[in-house]
């Protein structure tokens, strides 16, 4: 069975020094709730304070972004090396802030998360539409082409490295969420989109995860969908009783 995976995205927020504080509070919190990973992706000058004080818990810990080439001039960026040395897990790909403010498109999605992959992070790759583009009824359309484009040449051996999160754009930092059936259908098109690319098999076991104003009190609606296998939590990630609550929801 795939595995629920909730992870946190924090964004541009929280210094190194309030990392490592709010990482050794929610350690000893989260300890044993072992029935979902736990990944905190933070800014990159918090990754070595986020690094340390996850030693020996079961917080993992993760990038925002990943530059698509090994080394070279890119000012500005990171590679994947640099990240797994650090000692980096995972990595947040194509987050609907970077398309929209930094110019990402499906193909540098594609190349970050080959990148990611071949250097052996777990790349969270995230797809969804705007409200325009719901509105439109072009949802299952644009969810299915940004998932195969982000994962084109990818293998299927590559594949259980892979999560898709579905973020509704609408949804994401607005306080508006998903209907849990709205959330289970834009997951339930990224796993087909998988099933054609990769075979149902794969599709099956990918874990694909919903965020957008994922919180304390709809994470248990959220993740009781069949297709729902975990979400990616921005605002609520930064705040220590709502990151356990939704951690709670996918133990219970
Ligand atoms: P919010 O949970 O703040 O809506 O952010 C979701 C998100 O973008 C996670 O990547």
Not at 44 to 53: L, Q, R
Not at 112 to 136: F, H, P, S, W
């Amino acid at each position: 069975m795939r595995k629920t995976v909730i992870a946190g995205n924090w964004k541009m927020n929280m210094t190194p020094a309030k990392t490592a504080e709010f990482i050794k509070a929610l350690a000893p919190i989260v300890a044993g709730k072992d029935k979902c990973d736990i990944v905190l992706c933070v800014p990159a000058i918090d990754i070595p304070a986020a690094v340390e004080a996850a030693k020996g818990t079961n917080i993992k810990i993760g990038a925002e972004n990943v530059h698509f080439k090994a080394s070279g001039a890119y000012t500005g960026e990171i590679s994947a090396e640099m990240l797994t040395e650090a000692g980096v897990e995972y990595v947040v790909i194509g987050h609907s802030e970077r398309r929209q403010y930094f110019g990402e498109t499906d193909k540098t999605v594609n190349l970050r998360t080959l990148a990611a992959l071949n250097a052996g992070l777990k790349a969270i790759v995230c797809v969804g539409e705007t409200l325009e583009e719901r509105e439109l009824g072009y949802t299952e359309t644009l969810l299915k082409y940004q998932t195969k484009m982000a994962l084109t040449n990818v293998t299927a051996e590559q594949m259980k490295n892979v999560i898709v999160a579905y973020e509704p754009v609408w949804a994401i930092g607005t306080g508006v969420t998903a209907t849990a059936e709205q959330a289970d259908e834009g997951n339930g098109y990224v796993r087909a989109a998988i099933a054609e690319a990769f075979g149902a098999d794969v599709a099956e076991a990918t874990t694909v995860q919903y965020g957008g104003s994922m919180n304390d009190k709809n994470a248990a609606e959220l993740l009781a969908k069949t297709n729902v296998d975990g979400g990616l939590i921005g605002g609520a990630s930064l705040k220590t009783d709502a990151f356990t609550a939704i951690v709670d929801a996918a133990n219970a």
